[in-house]
């Protein structure tokens, strides 16, 4: 009676292993879907075309930017968005600083 038992034993761990089987298999697929999707539909950057050839050029965003009046010691904040429109590495050798013009 033994022996019955281990084959019966025997059969449902086989049958176990085949029931496991395709939920395995579903999830690697939709494993490889949910891949493949990311990476179709990831943005992609433009192709950069330089405007200057053979050196860096600087381009910003906003040329002149109107404050109206501030009182002393008032702080106000501006961004610019800069950009390096040439073919070559743009780099700083000093601090960037801002020129504040009276009357401007």
Same mark, same amino acid.
């Not at 281990?6 to 086989?14: A, E, F």
């Not at 298999?25 to 950069?48: C, E, N, S, T, W």
């Given at each position: ?15 176990? !292993? ?22 179709? $539909?990831? !943005?992609?950057?433009?192709? $950069? ?12 965003? !906003? =040329? !002149? ?11 106000? =904040?501006?961004? $610019? ?10 780099? $700083? ?5 801002? =020129? ?5």
């Amino acid at each position: 009676m033994s022996k019955v038992n281990r084959g019966i034993s025997k059969s449902r761990q086989v049958q176990r !292993k085949h029931n496991k089987l395709p939920l395995i298999m579903a999830l690697a697929g939709a494993a490889v879907l949910i891949v493949a999707a990311f990476f179709a $539909f990831q !943005k992609r950057a433009d192709p $950069f075309t330089p405007e200057v050839t053979g050196s860096p050029s600087l381009k910003v965003d !906003k =040329e !002149k930017v109107d404050l109206g009046d501030v009182k002393l010691g008032q702080t106000v =904040e501006v961004s $610019f968005e800069v950009k390096n429109m040439g073919d070559q590495p743009l780099k $700083f050798t000093k601090s960037p600083f801002i =020129e504040v013009k009276e009357g401007c």
